[in-house]
Structures are given as structure tokens and as C-alpha cells.
């Protein structure tokens, strides 16, 4: 894993390819991300760290006992069974739009991304 400035964080090449599948993933189940884009972004980062220290997005809102045992049970994977079975996202990246949470965009910058992890 790469670090930036001494603070753990994801690489710049997980942490696109995060954005890209949630961007995707958003428009294709006709999700929408928080209103609030730094929520958006400390999920995508914290999918991106996991994606770079498990090998998979491993839901970051949640806490683990054993991170590696869940990514291979693959539950809390995203998206998530609940996400893929009820659209019931709890990290709050997928919203369906009648969520008051819900905002009305699909995209993330990646200057967003950033400036969120500049201050991480």
C-alpha cells in the first residue's frame, strides 16, 4: 500500500478505479450519491484502502473483528448483499432518491476525492 504524507491512504490508481465502479455502479441502480460530497469521498477512500490491504472493497462504515475472514465470506463487500438486495446502502454512498440524505449526482471530482483526503 502507498502512502501519502506519513497518513495511510489508498493509491491513486484504486482510489479512480473506486470512483469509477461507485459512479457506475450509482447510475446503473439509479442510486444517488449523499448530499454532502465528502461523505461520498471518505467511502470511496475508505473502499479504495480496503481494495488495497484485502483485495476487495470491503464495506468501510462497518467495524470487523477480522476484516480478512469477512472479505472472504464477501457479505460486506460492495456493494454490499443489502445494497444488492434491498438498495439499502449503510455507508450512505448509494441513496435511493427518496432518502432525505439523497443528492442529486451520479459523479464525484476526482479535485473532491482529493481535498478530502488532504485533510485525512
Request: some cysteine; proline content about 6%; aromatic content about 8%.
Amino acid at each position: 500500500m502507498q502512502t501519502t504524507e506519513n497518513t495511510k491512504l489508498s493509491s491513486p490508481k484504486t482510489l479512480e478505479a473506486m470512483k469509477n465502479f461507485s459512479e457506475t455502479y450509482a447510475k446503473r441502480t439509479g442510486t444517488y450519491f449523499c448530499v454532502e460530497p465528502s461523505v461520498t469521498a471518505v467511502v470511496i477512500e475508505g473502499l479504495a484502502k480496503h481494495k488495497d490491504e484485502l483485495g476487495a472493497p470491503l464495506c468501510p462504515c462497518r467495524h470487523y473483528e477480522d476484516k480478512e475472514a469477512e472479505v472472504k465470506a464477501a457479505y460486506w463487500n460492495c456493494p454490499c448483499i443489502p445494497m444488492r438486495e434491498r438498495k439499502e446502502c449503510h455507508c450512505m454512498l448509494f441513496l435511493t432518491p427518496d432518502n432525505d440524505f439523497a443528492g442529486e449526482t451520479q459523479e464525484i471530482s476526482t479535485e473532491q476525492l482529493q481535498a478530502v483526503r488532504e485533510s485525512m
